[in-house]
């Protein structure tokens, strides 16, 4: 009975560390990905003072230098765009190597409020038109399908619908 107590405990010590390891906290943000891109790179180098080690603006990653009591810790920050229930978002990810989850919320939660101040208000998550199959909507589905692609590997903002792209595509009756 102790070996099989003393396993346990071990076995939760294991995945306690692992956890802590693989820690990382998130938001799903709707700025545009451009917005929160530049507002993370003025926020960790100007705002907070942390030395940016590296940042590559198309892979949505800036790895940089906490620094906390005079002690370096390696952290990182991810702009990631992702779609969920039909709608586009940026997910936003702070992880901070060694320290405690509470110092990523506390720090991205300022960096939500910088882009509160810079952008105002977030705005709603913009909807994500998807192209139906060329099996039901004919020659204008394989039309629609490019389109889709191309906002899929090009620029996310290209593919924001406006009401006057709504009123070009309504057909009034005489």
């Known amino acids: ?38 507002s993370a790179v003025r926020f960790l180098r100007v705002d907070q003072d942390f030395k940016v080690l590296e940042k590559d603006k198309d892979a949505g990653y800036l790895i940089f230098e906490y620094a906390d009591a005079g002690k370096k810790y390696s952290a990182s920050m991810e702009m990631i765009p992702l779609v969920k229930n039909d709608k586009r978002y940026v997910r936003a990810s702070i992880r901070i190597e060694a320290m405690p989850s509470y110092v990523e919320v506390v720090l991205i939660d300022r960096f939500l409020r910088k882009l509160k101040e810079e952008y105002g ?16 909507t004919g020659s204008q589905g394989s039309a629609a399908a490019d389109v889709a692609k191309k906002g899929d590997e090009g620029n996310e903002e290209d593919l924001e619908v406006t009401e006057e792209d709504l009123e070009d595509n309504v057909k009034e009756d005489d």
Do not use: C, F, G
């Open 121 to 136: 208000v977030q705005p709603p998550a913009r909807v994500v038109i998807r192209a139906a199959p060329e099996s039901v």
């Open 1 to 38: 009975m102790k070996h099989l107590s003393i396993s346990i405990i071990v076995a939760a010590l294991v995945m306690t560390a692992t956890s802590n390891v693989e820690a990382k906290t998130t938001r799903d943000l709707t700025y545009r990905s451009s917005q929160i891109w530049r």
